[in-house]
C-alpha cells in the first residue's frame, strides 16, 4: 500500500484504505463544493436584502425609495457586465477570476457592514455585483475542467439544485438575521463562506485549459455593457413608473442603439468579445431563450405573490419566505438525483420538458387562486415549478458549454446569465403591468373612486397605509376590495407565467431539436460528440 497518490479535481481514483478495501475518494467532490459556495452567496443576495429594507430605512434614515438601489443595484451590474467578464476569464484563466471575485464580493460585503450612509451602502452593493459577474461568468467553465462524464452531470445536477434552493433561502435567512441579530449581518455572513471558498479555490480548482491568446475587446465591452445596462435599468423603471413613462422609452431605445453598434464593433474587431456567428447556431440560440424565458416563467411572478401575502394577507417576512420552499425543496431534489441520470440525453427534451412543467405550474397557481385562496393554494403549482426548474437549470449550463470551444466558456456562461438576468428584469415588469391591469380592472368593478392609483399603491406593498387611510366607514371596503383586487392580480401574473412557460417549451425544443447546425469553425471540435475520434489526414 502506498502512503500517497496523485489526486486530479473531478477525476474518481480508487482509493486504499488501511484495511485494503477500496473506495471513492470523495476529494473529488471539493471543486463543486467550492463553486457552489460562490453560487450560494451570489444567488442569496439577490433576495437576502428585500425583507432588511424596514429596518435599514430606519437605521440609515433613508427612504425607501432611496433604498430600492439596494437592490436595483445588485441586480444592474450582474446584467451588464457578465458576458463582458467571461471574455476577460476567457484571456486570463477562469480559476483566476473566479478566485477576484469572491475577493471583490468579500471586500464589498464588509464595506455594506459597516456603511454609514446610504450613498456607501448603494457603492458597495454595486462592487458586490461586479464580484457575482465575475463568479458567474466563471462556475460553468470550472465545473467543465473539474468533471467529466457522469460525474459532470452531477456536478451540473446539485449546482442546478443549490441554485434552485438559494432564491427561496434568501428571505427566511434575511428574516432570521434581521429580526435576531441585525441587519448588517446579512452581508457579514458572506465573509466566513468566502474565507472558506477562497481557502478551497487555491487548493482544488484547475484551470484545464489555455486561456485565449489574443487582445481583450474594450469596444465591444462598452457596447454591451451600455445595451445591458440600459435595457435592464429601463424595465426597473418600467416596473416603478409604468410603461407611460419616457425615461423607460429612452432607456430602451438608447439599449437598442447600443446593440447595433456593438454587432458592428463585433463583425470589425479581430479579437471580439462575442462570436456573432453562433447565433447562426439554432441550439445556442434556443439555449439562450430558454435562459431568458425560464427565469421570466419560474421566478417572476413571485415578486407580487409576496406583495399579496405581506401587504394584503398581513404575513410575516419569514412566513412569506417560507411560501416558496416546496419549489426550492422539489428543485433542489430533482436536479441532485436526477443530474447523474440525465448525462447524455437529448437536451431539447430535457429543457423543453422544465419548461413545460414550469408552464404548467403557472396555470395550475392561477386556476387554484381565488378571493378567499390563501398560501396552500400555492403549493401545488410551486412544486410544479420546482420540477421544471429542476430540471432545466442544471443542463442549460453544461449545454451551453458544449456548443463552444472549452477555451470561450466564460464567453459561453456570460451569454446565458446574461439572459437569465434579463429574462428575470422583464418578466417583472412586464407582470407587474399584468398585475395592475388586472388590479385596476377588478376595483373599478366593485366602485373604487380611483382604482387606477389604488391599484398602483397595492402593486407597490402600500395596502395597510392605503387602508388606514380611509375613513371608518370605507376601511372595511377598501380592505376587501384590496384583498380581491390582488388576488386577481396575482392570478392574472401566473396565468400569462403560464402560457409563457408552455410556449417556450414548443419554440426552444423546436429550436434544439436534433440536427445539422451551422457552427462556428472554431468551435466545431467542441460540438463533435466525444466518442467520434478526430479526423486525421489522409
Known sequence: MTDHQTWHPGRSRPITTLAGNTGIDMRKWLPLITVCLGTFMLL?????????????????????????????????????????????????????????????????????????????????????????AAMFATTFALLNSAYTGRDRGSAYGVWGAVAGASAAVGPILGGLLTEGVSWRWIFFVNLPVSAVAMGLCVRVLVDAHTPVKGRLDPAGMVGFTVAAAAATYGLIRANEDGWSDAGVWWLLAASVLAVAAFVVIELRSEHAMFDLALLRNRSFVGVLLAGFLLTFAAFAAFSYTSIWLQSVRGMSPIGAGLTGLPMSIVAFGVSAVLGRMLHGRRPDLVIGGGLLFVGAGGLVTAALLHGSAGWPALVPGFALVGVGVGLATPILGSVSMSLVSAQRGGMAAGAVNTTRQLGFAFGIAALGSVFTARAREDLAGRGVADPAGTAHMIAGGQTPGLVRAAGPEGRAFLDGAAHHAAVAGVQSTYLVAGVVGVLAAGLVTFLMRPGPTPTPAADRAATRPAREPAATPS
Open 44 to 132: 442569496i443576495d439577490v433576495t437576502i436584502v428585500n425583507v432588511a429594507l424596514p429596518d435599514m430605512v430606519g437605521d440609515l434614515d433613508a427612504s425607501f425609495g432611496a433604498l430600492q438601489w439596494v437592490i436595483d443595484a445588485y441586480a444592474l451590474a450582474p446584467a451588464a457586465l457578465v458576458l463582458g467578464a467571461g471574455s476577460i476569464a476567457d484571456r486570463f484563466g477562469h480559476r483566476r477570476i473566479y478566485v477576484g471575485g469572491l475577493a471583490v464580493f468579500a471586500i464589498s460585503s464588509l464595506v455594506c457592514g459597516l456603511a454609514p450612509g446610504t450613498g456607501v451602502l448603494i457603492a458597495a452593493r454595486a462592487v458586490q455585483g461586479i464580484g457575482a
